[in-house]
């Protein structure tokens, strides 16, 4: 724990002025980052007697071991700089909103030349309109499949599409009449753009003129006594009113409004967002956070519509914001939203009408949020706290596990051997310190002295860093291998580790690699493995990280210098996790093993040739329909492909030559020589030898 006064600027240092300001740990991870009118006024507030201090601010300002600020011109650009800093360094004392899922949109794409109606995640994409978002997938689906009545707009992937259009046949949707068919030609791009601009028009609300339309239509067919057109039509202005249903009217025609509530209680928030769009509610989603800091109901609302709109423009930012509590100052947010809109922003506290009664709905919703998300995580964090005690007392430690890092090896038949590294902290995936490692020092099976290198690189890169912050203070002699080189200067076996100074990102708190250490290491194997692990640690002079191992057979739990394992029962949350840990990691090393051989089988003698390209490679077997007859080419027919000149041509007669078979290719289930005169799409060569079997039978003995 730090004193603050140690790391407390000197009296005239701080300006006095607008800015933003950054506090780091003993690691310059950016753990904390505020905004500030006066950074010189903010500042001294944390520096006060710890007394006087909120919990959760004296328990940042003594995890902090230093703080620095940058001047801006003003409070807007000091919002902005705050949000960026925050959604970059990702500080774990600021309120970060976890959103539960990722909610989904209905998306038009008005940037393609026959635009497509389909449900869409994540970031949005420049040139699509979107509607929502929808609490579930299936209520776009239903929205849609009513509109398609009236609106036949397509909704086929670009591969059904193609297929559509080379064949002359459209998808059942356009014979159903639930598509206008584009694929076939049964209406033009232009006519196709107009149906998909009406569709976007009804979903923005303009509904009144469609339907006006089509009961005129309608009277007309019925006075012509066009009686099954007429019902048509009567079915197609129900479908849009069911349609028009979903979304039931609360405010004014034309009201475009946001209404954010918020429901908190002293450890946790909860906010909603009803998002109104031509008076009737759109789209529902909500965040939960914790509060890691003294926060008012203000720095909530700012926080949510941070969240809410900073990655927005234009349109997406409504006329109208309605929040229960207004950030303090209140100005430089809604210059801000003004910005990002383009025109004038309203945020506001609703007081009386429609607005207000919407208001309390949201929050009811908020309440009801924050007592659902209570239940599910009491039981969540019960159970995997109990997991990382049980861990704690199992293998003796001094507290619990928060990180634990676990690695395994795979390979097939001593081939292709790969290592992995996972991470969980607080009993939770950290997907994002996940890495993988290719065995390089030696060649064969041999899983222990597989382990030994990758731990030795892995905390041989955690000292360097170390080092190169100078943390580390146990002398030269412990940042050197055993023989005797020093470990900053050692040579790296992985290439995707070099070079040390591109792959550290210093200075400015972002993520490192392998910068943090695992209170424990847990290897996928028994007691040979955890020796490994153990010795590779003694040999890098690190003696404060617990190893242990879990085998596999009998779920044992294998500590070094024990000859006898640790037996958890089997019904123990600890036991559980370590599973959960282990076959992670296992999943993890079989991919990337499954992906390395994969691309090794693919290979082919045209992958020796240096700068030619998966393009060009693929023009010479299709201009000589396989790799047999380019073998057999000279290299001015080589040079008559669109994009092989006479060097590069050069340069492919040697590499085939030297790739060249020196026997025909056999089938060794039936023993005839195989004709490999078929065009070869995957640029391999048909000359070489073949192996009979799938890829699973011929796995063998994967691990």
């Known amino acids: 724990m730090a004193d603050p006064s140690s790391y407390r600027p000197k009296p005239g240092q701080i300006p006095d002025s607008p800015g933003v300001y950054r506090f780091r740990d003993e690691h310059r991870r950016v753990i904390y980052v505020g905004k500030a009118k006066s950074l010189r006024q903010r500042l001294a507030n944390y520096f006060q007697d710890l007394s006087g201090l909120h919990p959760r601010t004296r328990t940042m300002v003594t995890t902090a071991a230093s703080v620095e600020w940058t001047v801006v011109s003003t409070e807007v650009e000091a919002l902005q700089l705050e949000y960026s800093w925050i959604k970059e360094y990702d500080p774990r004392f600021n309120v970060k909103y976890r959103d539960d899922k990722s909610y989904p949109y209905l998306a038009v794409t008005m940037n393609e030349e026959f635009p497509r109606v389909q449900v869409m995640r994540g970031h949005k994409k420049k040139g699509v309109r979107y509607f929502g ?195 303090e100052p209140v100005e430089p947010v809604q210059e801000w939203l003004t910005e990002r809109r383009g025109s004038n922003v309203s945020l506001r506290i609703p007081q009386r009408g429609d607005k207000k009664a919407l208001m309390e709905t949201v929050e009811r919703n908020a309440q009801q949020a924050l007592v659902l998300h209570k239940t599910r995580r009491a039981s969540d964090l019960t159970t995997r706290s109990r997991a990382l ?193 282990r076959d992670e990691a296992h999943r993890f090393a079989i991919t990337y093993q499954r992906t390395k051989r994969a691309k090794r089988f693919r290979a082919g003698p045209l992958d020796e040739v240096p700068g030619l390209g998966e393009t060009r490679k693929q023009a010479l077997i299709k201009h000589f329909g396989s790799v047999k007859r380019l073998r057999a080419a000279t290299i001015e027919q080589i040079c008559e492909v669109p994009g092989i000149g006479r060097k590069t041509a050069e340069t492919i007669a040697v590499a085939l030559a030297r790739a060249a078979s020196p026997a025909p290719a056999v089938n060794t289930a039936t023993g005839e020589i195989i004709d490999d005169e078929e065009p070869d799409t995957t640029a391999g060569s048909p000359g070489d030898p073949v192996t009979t079997g799938a890829p699973e039978e011929r796995r063998g003995q994967e691990t």
């Open 133 to 327: 978002p929808y609490a579930h997938a299936w209520a776009i689906r239903d929205t849609v499949d009513l509109l398609l009545r009236v609106f036949p707009v397509r909704t086929c992937s670009a591969g059904v599409f193609k297929n559509a259009a080379r064949t002359g046949r459209p998808c059942l949707l356009g014979y159903i009449g639930k598509c206008s068919a584009p694929c076939v030609g049964r209406v033009s791009a232009e006519e196709h753009g107009e149906l998909s601009e009406e569709f976007c028009d009804f979903m923005a609300g303009r509904t009144g003129t469609y339907l006006r339309r089509l009961e005129k239509q309608m009277m007309e067919a019925a006075e012509e006594m066009e009686y099954e057109r007429a019902a048509r039509l009567r079915d197609d202005i129900e479908a849009l009113k069911k349609a028009m249903e979903k979304n039931a009217v609360v405010l004014a025609d034309a009201t475009d409004a946001d209404l954010i509530a918020v429901a908190e209680d002293e450890l946790e928030a909860a906010v909603q967002i009803f998002h109104v769009r031509g008076g009737r509610v759109r789209g529902q989603r909500g965040w939960v956070t914790d509060k890691v800091e003294d926060v008012t109901t203000g720095a909530l609302v700012e926080h949510a519509l941070q969240q809410l709109y900073g990655e927005e423009r234009g349109d997406s930012v409504p006329k109208e914001v309605l929040v229960p509590a207004l950030p």
């Open 389 to 581: 005690e049980e861990i704690s007392e199992a293998l003796d430690l001094d507290s619990a596990p928060l990180r634990i890092e676990c690695y395994d090896i795979s390979h097939l038949q001593g081939d292709d051997v790969v290592a992995s590294m996972v991470v969980f902290e607080d009993g939770l995936q950290r997907k994002s310190e996940y890495r993988r490692f290719q065995i390089k020092g030696f060649e064969g099976q041999d899983d222990v002295r597989s382990m030994h290198e990758v731990i030795t690189r892995r905390f041989r890169r955690y000292i360097a860093e170390k080092e190169r912050t100078g943390e580390w203070t146990d002398g030269e002699n412990a940042l050197a291998d055993t023989t005797g080189t020093p470990l900053a200067d050692a040579p790296l076996t992985d290439a995707t580790e070099a070079p040390l100074t591109s792959s550290l990102k210093d200075d400015e708190g972002r993520p490192k690699r392998f910068a943090y250490p695992p209170q424990l290491v847990v290897v996928d194997g028994g007691q040979p493995q955890v020796a490994a692990a153990k010795r590779a640690l003694d040999e890098l002079g690190i003696d404060d990280i617990a190893v242990c191992g879990l085998a596999k057979r009998l779920e044992e739990v294998w500590v070094p210098d024990d000859d006898d394992p640790v037996v958890l029962p089997r019904s123990s949350e600890g036991l559980y996790l370590l599973q959960r840990v």
